[in-house]
């Protein structure tokens, strides 16, 4: 079992910047991926970058590529998303994810989930 907790939401103003943070603890994998996810009001979750064991990335490029960065820690276990130059549109609950396979942009394709945070960006 992987236990995820989300950090660092909140409230910010259009232009702005914020740096979501994913604590895990629980079962440890050789190969494994994170994701972040988000999902705004009246619409599906959406997939917004992932990174795995050994460092690639993949973003959604129409909404994020350019303005977030996904990182990670592995000795503290920890998935970080900084956002810049944020939008109304990125409004919505962000979710970390953990998968103990390859990547994924699938919402479908990951095991555990954390609570979920929400960000809004004002205008």
């Known amino acids: 079992q992987v236990q995820l907790v989300e950090s660092g939401g909140g409230l910010v103003q259009a232009g702005g910047s914020l740096r979501l943070s994913c604590a895990a603890s629980?079962?440890?994998?050789?190969?494994?991926?994170w994701g972040w996810f988000r999902q705004a009001p009246g619409k599906e979750r959406a997939f917004v970058a992932s990174i795995s064991w050994n460092g690639g990335t993949e973003y959604d490029a129409d909404s994020v590529k350019g303005r977030f960065t996904i990182s990670r820690n592995n000795g503290k276990n920890t998935v970080y998303l900084q956002m810049n130059s944020l939008k109304p549109e990125d409004t919505a609950v962000y979710y970390c994810?953990?998968?103990?396979?390859?990547?994924?942009?699938?919402?479908?394709?990951?095991?555990?989930w954390g609570q979920g945070i929400q960000v809004t960006v004002s205008t």
């Open positions: 994810a953990f998968r103990d396979m390859g990547s994924s942009d699938s919402y479908n394709d990951y095991d555990y």
């Open positions: 629980g079962s440890t994998f050789s190969s494994y991926n």
